[in-house]
């Protein structure tokens, strides 16, 4: 009985325990389902099938997808873990067949690896990283025509273009329409310049973005992640500047615009470039991707190390100037630490006038019997107003600077003054000169002269820059114009920024004397209501390289919000003045009258620098940056809207003091009360120094259009008198 008993009880124990182990088993198959389950309502699904040519980045979960559905070329991009474009068709149409469906398959032609460091002569960093894999894809039909498919992919963005068929196997052709789609996700807001590039970048949700209106590139997008990404061009050579529209299916292709295909190129398209980073932030440090895809400088056959020279300058429209007068604005540049002179329009007559002839020879104007009556007028014209080589006195017969212009206008002008003599006196004081030139007589519609006379011209009276104005662009033709202009005036040693609605994709690397280009709503026609478009402009026309915002100083805003975006806008020649904008005639006053402090800041400014630093960005509402060149930072920070901005200075040197010299408007002021039309004291910056390292916060309530500049510098021994900073310093 006892034995009975123990193996009863001994079974029972067993049941329990089998029991129990049967139980944690199916516990256990529980949650693994349910996890399952958990991770598949939660996985990422990606466009591209599990076949698809991918190429990544080097060191980031970047990833380009590529892959054809139905004869169709599609493309995707991954940025950690999200596809930030959706599948997006791919492909060209031309007169020799359309590359744009009908593929039978995908090869592979060749895999690269690069990483190199190279140095610009003018630049927002002494050193640029260029690494990246490469590969290029042949898109094969079903009649062995085939388009190939070059792709980049960086750290910092993602690039890939078009190799045109060979024309030596096709003959020429002309490229009719561009298939390429740009399907970005929907989540988030994106910043486009509309139908024009000097237009503020208006805010919309990327789903809402608008129809029938051409956007043009850049076209900066903020996902709801916070990854952002800009949606540029670069590296455009005799091709046409893509502009952008939504279909009628919502997404984003580029508008119907020919270009023809010769023995002498294109050989491919400008690149589609994505610069993407973790948050808007990082798109300023990112761009360094369009200069990447460009060609580095002949140094060989330009010397551009020799001649470029970055700098800051004075701008000015000649009205009743005389040589002396412009002596005497040579002195003020020099007087604040400028570089250089620009002499705008009125300094060879009405700029739309055909007439007009900037080489001011008067050898040229003698009348020939075989002039044509067009030719004949012209000189007769210019003969009122040139005797001597370089001079033109309009004393006594003034001109409409605007004559004849598109849209109106009534300036009168009328200079007397000698282009090589100012230029000797300016060269005495270390000041250059640059001229303004409309586009109208860098090509002369007369056929007079070309390019290599003009610069030639120019460059004997010891000119060392110009301003082309009214540059048209976007057409193949017009792209390939400018280019002209670029390439020429390297070759007679002369630096330009370039104005108006021509934007650069990456050429100043190829290039280094192009310092500046606008395209961009500058001063000369923002207002103090514009100031969150301004803002959105910097993070999209700003990201695409160096911009001429022709500041009018005091500007559109409050001085602390002028005087900081000259550090904020990146560009190589930075036109810090231009007293015409302010007072409707020339005035040296202007600048002359400024308090001391306010001029100071721009002259210590240099114009080239070792590296940057994005500290804020936010979309209508801040944009902060610090740039350093040596050993000395610079700050520049905006507000468009009343709020209290905190930043570390974590970006300086962890073993050094240093002060931090701030510029910063009245408390109580905004964008709207001390603008370029308030001259009062009410309006002046205030100044004040104090003592920081890399662990100070720095703390400031800022309204709408207001600003702060600070210029940070290493600590001497005279400095010990100066307060630390605290977070109340600056309450003021």
């Not at 994106?190 to 129809?211: D, R, S, V």
């Not at 850049?218 to 916070?226: C, I, K, R, V, Y």
Request: charged share 25%; hydrophobic share 35%; with cysteine.
């Amino acid at each position: 009985m006892k034995v009975s008993v123990r193996m009863g009880k001994k079974s029972a124990i067993v049941k329990t325990i089998l029991i129990g182990i049967l139980l944690a088993v199916l516990i256990a198959l529980a949650i693994v389902v349910i996890l399952r389950q958990s991770q598949k309502n939660n996985a990422v699904e990606f466009s591209a099938p599990s076949n698809a040519q991918v190429i990544d980045a080097p060191d980031k979960d970047l990833h380009l997808y590529l892959w054809l559905d139905n004869g169709v070329p599609y493309y995707s991009i991954v940025y950690n873990n999200e596809e930030i474009v959706n599948a997006s068709q791919m492909g060209i149409d031309t007169t020799i067949g359309n590359f744009s469906s009908d593929f039978q398959q995908i090869e592979m032609l060749s895999s690269n690896f690069n990483d190199t460091v190279w140095s610009p002569l003018v630049g927002e960093k002494s050193e640029i990283q260029d690494k990246y894999n490469e590969k290029v894809f042949s898109l094969i039909q079903s009649d062995n025509k085939s388009l190939s498919v070059e792709v980049r992919a960086y750290n910092t963005g993602i690039a890939f273009r078009y190799i045109l068929p060979d024309t030596s196997v096709y003959g020429d052709y002309t490229i009719t329409d561009e298939q390429t789609r740009f399907s970005l996700t929907t989540n988030g807001v994106a910043l486009c310049h509309e139908n024009g590039q000097q237009q503020i970048a208006k805010k919309h949700k990327i789903k809402n973005l608008p129809k029938e209106t051409n956007i043009h590139p850049p076209l900066t997008a903020e996902f709801d992640s916070g990854t952002a990404l800009t949606l540029t061009v670069s590296k455009l050579d005799n091709y046409a500047y893509p502009l952008l529209n939504k279909n009628s299916r919502g997404l984003l292709k580029p508008i119907e615009q020919e270009v023809k295909v010769t023995e002498n190129g294109p050989a491919a398209s400008p690149y589609w470039t994505f610069v993407i980073g973790d948050s808007l932030a990082d798109l300023p440090e990112n761009k360094d991707i369009i200069l990447n895809l460009n060609d580095e400088p002949d140094e060989e056959q330009y010397r551009f190390s020799q001649w470029v020279k970055p700098g800051k300058a004075l701008m000015l429209g000649l009205f009743d100037e005389t040589t002396e007068s412009m002596k005497l604005y040579v002195d003020t540049a020099k007087k604040c630490g400028l570089d250089y002179l620009i002499l705008d329009f009125g300094w060879y007559g009405p700029e739309f006038d055909e007439k007009s002839d900037p080489r001011l020879d008067p050898d040229k104007l003698t009348p020939d019997p075989h002039d044509s009556v067009e030719i004949a007028e012209a000189k007769a014209f210019m003969r009122n107003y040139v005797t001597e080589n370089g001079v033109f006195n309009a004393s006594n017969k003034p001109f409409n600077v605007y004559e004849n212009c598109p849209w109106g206008g009534d300036i009168q002008m009328s200079p007397n003054i000698s282009i090589p003599e100012i230029v000797k006196y300016a060269k005495s004081k270390d000041i250059g000169i640059f001229l303004y030139v409309n586009d109208v007589q860098l090509n002369d519609r007369l056929n007079r002269y070309d390019l290599d006379e003009l610069f030639e011209q120019f460059s004997n009276w010891g000119v060392v820059g110009v301003k082309p104005g009214f540059v048209p662009d976007k057409s193949q033709e017009n792209e390939e114009s400018t280019r002209n202009i670029i390439e020429t005036a390297a070759k007679y040693k002369l630096m330009l920024t370039v104005h108006d609605e021509w934007i650069q994709t990456g050429i100043e690397r190829t290039y280094p004397n192009l310092l500046s280009a606008e395209g961009v709503l500058g001063d000369e026609g923002l207002t103090e209501k514009d100031i969150k478009g301004d803002i959105n402009s910097l993070f999209a026309r700003g990201v695409q390289g160096f911009t001429d915002h022709t500041f009018c100083y005091p500007g559109k805003a409050s001085r602390g919000y002028q005087l900081a975006s000259s550090v904020l806008w990146p560009t190589g020649l930075n036109c810090v003045y231009w007293p015409w904008k302010n007072t409707d005639t020339n005035n040296r006053e202007t600048i002359e009258n400024l308090p001391e402090e306010e001029r100071e800041f721009w002259k210590e400014m240099p114009a080239t620098w070792d590296d940057l630093v994005v500290i804020k960005a936010e979309i209508s509402k801040t944009a902060a940056t610090a740039r350093r060149t040596g050993d000395v930072w610079y700050v520049g920070v905006v507000s468009g809207a009343s709020q209290k901005i905190s930043f570390s200075l974590d970006f300086l040197d962890k073993d050094t003091q240093y002060v931090a010299e701030f510029y910063y408007d009245r408390a109580g002021n905004t964008g709207k009360n001390s603008n370029r039309d308030n001259h009062g004291e009410e309006a002046q910056l205030l100044h004040a120094a104090y003592r920081v390292d890399s662990n100070t916060i720095i703390e400031r309530q800022m309204k709408y259009g207001t600003g702060m500049a600070i210029r940070i510098r290493p600590s001497e021994a005279a400095d010990t008198s100066l307060p630390d900073y605290s977070s109340t310093a600056l309450d003021g």
